[in-house]
């Protein structure tokens, strides 16, 4: 028997970094999302051996211990020890044998949520081998405390949220960590034609997204006028693109992310760099008509809106600064788990 999950990744269309404490706590955060079609992949094998072994599928990164309650965290396994720790403890779980293995299909730190879908595709794999009873919200919450709480590491809310729900969702993000997921009902023209027109671009480069949330948290904690006053746009961004979404204004898209990308860049500065502004500008100046980086900033994926017939125009003149263009469709469907009752010669 092999436990399997999967959990997709996602794109923010607007409003990215007011999912992140202390904004998100004092003024309220709001973030339109959409999952596509790359995933973060869990393998679990149920072993009788009193062992536990944690692999990294395609890095040949491979950690064998023995079971306990508790195990000591260990790089780069971080996040499968802190998701082990973390069920053992919540559910009062006796030490449990097995092989955990992940795969993604994105680059880490390349700004499409990929550590905190790793995260919930890990509990997936647990939810489905233990029968816990976890609902979506109890899942995404679950994994945003492993992530931010026990592995203190930095970060927002809306990664986990999106794997674990999938579709194009408004989010609502309010004080004491309360999260609301609105699943928008789009037309199926009008995610079509939204699909056909977005580009998406590996800069290929990648970042550490702590560094730049931890400037933004310094920003909000400091009063910084111009930094807050960005975030109230950005917010005020994802209402925008959530109505025009709902009417099928599809004209509009690019202008939003526009005025969103102008204030994301004020929120801290490491969240674009020479490299992000010419290949925005090219885009541009080829027929886009707006654009953003994916995640926090600073390198990883960005994308673009490119109306009419731009989007070969505006793909071959950005492919020529270093990066490739990535494929991908909308997805409805967030975190999947099954049973395979094949036999495996492992």
Partial sequence: MIIRSKAPLRIGLAGGGTDVSPYSDIFGGAILNATIDLYAYASLEPLNNGKIEFCIDGKNLQLSVDSSKVLEIAHPFELFIGVYNRIVREFKLEPLSFRLTSYI??????????????????????????????????????????????????????????????????MEFLSNDKVIVNPLQLKEEVLYELEFNLLLYFTATQRLSATIIN??????????????????????????????????????????????????????????????????????????????????????FMFFYCPAVTKIKVAKAIEGLGGRVQAFKFTNQGLTTWTSNRDFDL
Avoid: C
Wanted: hydrophobic share 35%; charged share 20%; aromatic share 6%.
């Fill in 105 to 170: 299909e994105a680059p880490q730190g390349s700004g499409l949520g990929t550590s905190s879908t790793i995260v919930v595709s890990l509990i997936g794999a647990f939810v489905e081998w233990l029968k816990l009873p976890l609902g979506k919200y109890d899942i995404a919450r679950l994994a945003y405390e492993i992530e931010r709480i026990d592995l203190g590491m930095s970060g927002g809310k809306q990664d986990q949220y999106a794997a674990t729900f999938g579709g194009v969702n408004f």
């Fill in 215 to 300: 400037e933004q948290v310094k920003n909000v904690k400091e009063k910084n006028e111009k930094s807050v006053e960005a975030m109230h746009h950005l917010k005020e961004q994802a209402q925008q693109m959530k109505d025009s979404l709902l009417r099928g204004d599809l004209n509009t898209i690019g202008e939003i992310l526009h005025f969103g990308w102008t204030n994301k860049k004020k929120i801290a500065h490491s969240i674009s760099n020479n490299l992000i502004d010419t290949v925005y500008e090219t885009a541009l100046a080829n027929g886009a008509s707006g654009g953003k980086i994916s995640g926090a900033g600073g390198g990883g």
